[in-house]
């Protein structure tokens, strides 16, 4: 029997980024004839890490297919239950057998988020709440590569999961080296902008705990040399502060019975101004500074939507 786990970058609902076990068996290589266009280059450069697969699936029907190629529905128990939950994101299914890593890694990305598509992948990500189309310092082109190059890290035997520090750990790590195996002199500035704005977004307002990296990638991309003095549950509890009171602020500002996009902007901007007056009371340095830069972040993406609520200008 192969065991097997696969890492989730964002889950469905209000999670991100999680490692979950699973039962499988069988490995074999899959077509891929029907990958084309960015993501069939994709699938050529994952190569250069070693025996990768990249498939692009449309539909629970179609991965399910893709699974019984790759690993074999009958080697996999109850495969309804272990794939009930597809990710809205890229993902890998990597395992052992025998203690030893499987050849082939094999990295899923759902059809609708791949550029074929004409979709933006962050934007998806970002379950729509800044608009279809948003404002990047590098391309949206060049952030799709980026997450599946951040998958291909997961392939390596060191990424076969853990409980969500060791996760924590993983995540920031597939992030650094997509960034670095894609930065060049002509990107690398607009690249971390880029992902620091994704990462704390998501990290404040999507991710599950294992995925709650941004203070850490902000840091360790804008100030590689310094060292990083939070541990994980110090920057998870951070997030999951800021988190609820960016809800408990919206609901008080939403006419509504849920809180709109706008009510969102709202809130982080509001708190943000009182970080900025120091009248944020109960919150450590860390929330702070995730107020400052998730509002900057929605700035960087959705300029127009965030202006249009905003109470502050932007210098």
Same mark, same amino acid.
């Given at each position: ?18 490692? =979950?076990? @699973?039962?499988?068996?069988?490995? +074999? ?41 790759? =690993? ?45 598509t004409g979709n933006e992948i962050f934007a998806q990500l970002l379950r729509g709440w800044f608009r279809k189309s948003l404002s990047y310092a590098s391309s949206s082109a060049l952030t799709y590569r980026w997450l599946i190059h951040h998958e291909a890290r997961h392939c390596k035997p060191d990424?076969?999961?853990?409980? %969500? ?42 991710? %599950? ?19 990083? +003095? ?34 969102? @902007?709202?809130? @982080? ?5 009182? @970080? ?9 340095? %860390? ?6 830069? =998730? ?18 200008? =932007?210098?």
């Amino acid at each position: 029997m192969i065991k097997a786990q696969r890492y989730l970058p964002l889950l469905l609902a209000s999670l991100a980024l999680l490692a =979950l076990p @699973v039962l499988g068996g069988n490995n +074999s290589h899959a077509q891929q004839s029907d990958i084309s266009g960015t993501t069939g280059s994709l699938a050529t450069e994952l190569q250069g890490y070693g025996d990768i697969d990249l498939f692009v699936f449309d539909g629970r029907a179609d991965f399910l297919a893709r699974i019984d190629e790759t =690993l074999g529905l009958a080697n996999i128990k109850n495969p309804d239950q272990t794939f009930a939950k597809l990710p809205r994101s890229p993902f890998t299914i990597t395992g052992r057998q025998n203690g030893t890593a499987l050849a082939t890694c094999h990295i899923f990305v759902p059809a609708n988020i791949t550029p074929e598509t004409g979709n933006e992948i962050f934007a998806q990500l970002l379950r729509g709440w800044f608009r279809k189309s948003l404002s990047y310092a590098s391309s949206s082109a060049l952030t799709y590569r980026w997450l599946i190059h951040h998958e291909a890290r997961h392939c390596k035997p060191d990424h076969f999961g853990g409980n %969500d520090i060791q996760n924590h750990s993983d995540e920031i790590e597939a992030d650094l080296f997509a960034f670095e195996a894609l930065a060049t002199d002509d990107n690398r500035d607009a690249l971390r902008s880029d992902i620091i704005a994704f990462r704390m977004i998501t990290s404040a307002l999507i991710a %599950d705990k294992s995925h709650m990296i941004g203070l850490t990638i902000k840091q360790a991309l804008e100030n590689p040399n310094t060292a990083i +003095s939070r541990s994980a549950d110090q920057e998870i509890a951070a997030f999951l502060k800021a988190r609820q009171m960016i809800g408990k602020r919206a609901k008080a500002i939403a006419t509504g019975v849920n809180p709109s996009d706008r009510d969102l @902007v709202r809130a @982080v901007t509001e708190l943000r101004e009182e @970080v900025e007056r120091g009248e944020l009371v109960n919150a450590s340095a %860390d929330i702070g500074t995730i107020f400052v830069a =998730l509002d900057d972040a929605i700035a960087h993406f959705a300029p127009r939507l965030h202006g249009s609520v905003a109470t502050r200008k =932007l210098n």
